[in-house]
């Protein structure tokens, strides 16, 4: 264990100490806890004094005054002249990484700014992740309502499942508007300043903001986020052509929907459609449906999530025109080969949603005042996401986190990227593993993901000279699984077999989205395989899946856990 | 594979690993092997061909007791390709697990007609094997023809494959007369793809009735002459119609407003064919009325051992049968009696929405307790929609009983294939006179046979039913 520790801790700086954290805040809370002892006194031999005074800090935050206290605390140990700017730390946009980024900042002890030209929540919340789930709440209960199959193996008896369209939107709205209210009032609480106003870089250290405030800031985090992407020749009116911004509004449930794009947006709206009663029809460049998932994985989610159910599709092609219906016309979508460019096909649709991806958001930024280039709008950033400019050179003091730097276009991750900055800014180095950030697909049943893909991690393996093994389990083996009736899944364990190190998992399943975490907390603190399958999983739950996966992959090495019960003396 | 799972469920690791032999061997091994029937080519009306040819149809196979239907998972073998017996050709998901299905015969993979990631019943053809490689292309014709059964053309090969139809080009000008300009490309909306392939409608030939002359859903279940099921979000509750036959009458009144259409499960449309099918038959039927106050009084003694009524008058009905072999016989061509060597009594039962007749088998032979367990055994294999085909098609007379419900008597309608059909009644207290004239209260039970008086004629019945009576009104016989 020793080893890995050493071998990771560049990697994974952040995360023991961080769990030293969480760990001592139980312990004060609960000095009766002696088994976290064993743990905390190893993990003290990483920190430095300079964290137990932080860990410290962490308890008082809430007070204004410890505030003040800690953020001179903090900026004394950059050794940078306290109180020359007028923040800290400025954020520009408050999505998702925003609001995560400044959290941590205040937790840190920094002055934080937030500026936000829209609404607060960004679209994780306003337009997208949020508003969806209450969408894939209300298909995912039609679905099943429906399935009359599915109830009669229950031994219940539904009659006929309806829905109103207004109420089901009303629902997503209403969702929407509550997380708003809690990201903002979680901000307001802590004493995070939120500037409205459209925000933009003027210098070094410098940001406008609405007409012309000006203030400075010791660092500066852009987190500007992205929109939909609609490629040429798409007209989006809003109405019959749309983006995931409208559909989301479910103005309405169209007879026939064609949608554009076959990845994590398409596929859970074609849940959601097919279950409120529309006609899907793919269209997907690739010559594969659900490009970028584990190829297993898609072959069966296809067999589940697209076959059977009101859906057809047209793969390796591009929707090269889609006009509006108007003058009683339906809506047109010409069809050309993706490769040859060729004319294919033309579809007559009531109605076609552009799910061709997201293109960051960074236009009148003013990234020219710092010699910033955007590469296909997205701006440029290093692993610890400072941003780089024209000339490959890191700009001092400016960073850029989530969709516009395109590194991994997730919410999470935005969060995960802006906590890692404000650990630089606030005195500790860290850089973040993107492959230890899950990724879940909210379908019925969902699909989820951490690390690489078995194509991805044998030709790592083939590269770096190791041995790929890979080991699977169907849910239908699964007691809690049987019980719900969903025995439909499989998750499957990318692994390396001569020392378990996880280099990928790939869930399809009942709440697959909620089952990866056990697998991406291990890559993320690098725990091996052959240690954590002692870890004991309740029974029956669906976590058993992951259980099964552990105890069924062969790992050379032994395990080496320090097991915890031998220290405990109770 | 280092599973522990029993039924794992992986397609790739299946088809080339060894663990789908372990699978298999936990239903019985003669079931991974394809179903295979042959046909001769003069069974496609339309194309007079006259070559014999060896084609077979190769069948969803039963993987295990409670599989009815399975999805095609993958087809190992492609179109065209050779297979030698004993290799696996496709993948065939069951309610249980992923099986690899094995070919019988040497041959050639001539026409897939069920394709990946769709379902059939069990015994449906989802391929065609070829015996040589020139046969490919008949079989393949034949698949095609399979597929638009329902166009009465024949020999049109259906314009050119839809996914090559001329692209309207994309300078189109004014689409504004779309409707009207033209050979219009055809535009159905997935499901009603879907369907057409389900139902082997030819997609081409369906009138469009949805917005914009698209062909909806509803259209292929028209062409298709299914009830269009309506789209199944909000469908009023169904109240299951009465089973009559005006349903194939023409002239239907329109429905009236708000009335549901719920079309028919597979065992409802096999009824209905079979109540049809009776109308060609001449029946009769002679009532008669039966003392039970002994068979009460034995069913009181034999109930605790599990014997049930209904074996009871299986029993007896068999014993009276053996002796009237004509009422146990049958009139198959409208020329001649076709005496069956058994007695297999038919029992009519309810089960959910629909109507099934497990068989007694030998119930003249079989004793009062091994009839009441194997009685038990069929109602549960209904029940769970279980039963196998000699189960319930091998009766050679039916029956009904609608005692229990308080019916003291009706009337039944003749199965087609059997030569009688008993409906019992309830057995009721009844005041009777004797010979002397002295009035007692005695049970009684109102039994009507109804028979097909081509081979079983009046005297034939009331014997037949003397005998039933006396059987029933000194039951010692029953228990021999």
Redesign the interface.
Known sequence: MQSAMALSFSQTSFTRPNHVLGSTGSVFSTPTSLRFCGLRREAFGYSTSNQLALRCERIRIPSRKSFQVSASASSNGNGAPPKSFDYDLIIIGAGVGGHGAALHAVEKGLKTAIIEGDVVGGTCVNRGCVPSKALLAVSGRMRELQNEHHMKSFGLQVSAAGYDRQGVADHANNLATKIRNNLTNSMKALGVDILTGFGSVLGPQKVKYGKDNIITAKDIIIATGSVPFVPKGIEVDGKTVITSDHALKLESVPDWIAIVGSGYIGLEFSDVYTALGSEVTFIEALDQLMPGFDPEISKLAQRVLINPRKIDYHTGVFASKITPAKDGKPVLIELIDAKTKEPKDTLEVDAALIATGRAPFTNGLGLENVNVVTQRGFIPVDERMRVIDGNGTLVPNLYCIGDANGKLMLAHAASAQGISVVEQVSGRDHVLNHLSIPAACFTHPEISMVGLTEPQAKEKGEKEGFKVSVVKTSFKANTKALAENEGEGIAKMIYRPDNGEILGVHIFGLHAADLIHEASNAIALGTRIQDIKLAVHAHPTLSEVLDELFKAAKVESHATTRTVSEKVVV | ?????????????LTNSKSNISFASSVSPSLRSVVFRSTTPATSHRRSMTVRSKIREIFMPALSSTMTEG?I?SWIKTEGEKLAKGESVVVVESDK?DMDVETFYDGYLAAIVVGE??TAPVGAAIGLLAETEAEIEEAKSKAASKSSSSVAEAVVPSPPPV?S?P????AQPA??T?VSDGPR?T?A???A??LAKQHKVDIESVAGT???G?IT?SDVETAAGIAPSK???????PPPPPVTAKATTTNLPPLLPDSSIVPFTAMQSAVSKNMIESLSVPTFRVGYPVNTDALDALYEKVKPKGVTMTALLAKAAGMALAQHPVVNASCKDGKSFSYNSSINIAVAVAINGGLITPVLQDADKLDLYLLSQKWKELVGKARSKQLQPHEYNSGTFTLSNLGMFGVDRFDAILPPGQGAIMAVGASKPTVVADKDGFFSVKNTMLVNVTADHRIVYGADLAAFLQTFAKIIENPDSLTL
């Open positions: 594979m280092a599973v522990s799972s029993s039924s794992f469920l992986s397609t790739a690791s999805k998972v697990a990631g769709e996914t139809s692209a309207p080009a994309i689409p504004v779309a490309k535009v909306t997935p499901y793809k879907k949805g917005p914009f698209r859903a789209s199944s979000i909000a469908p009023p509750p």
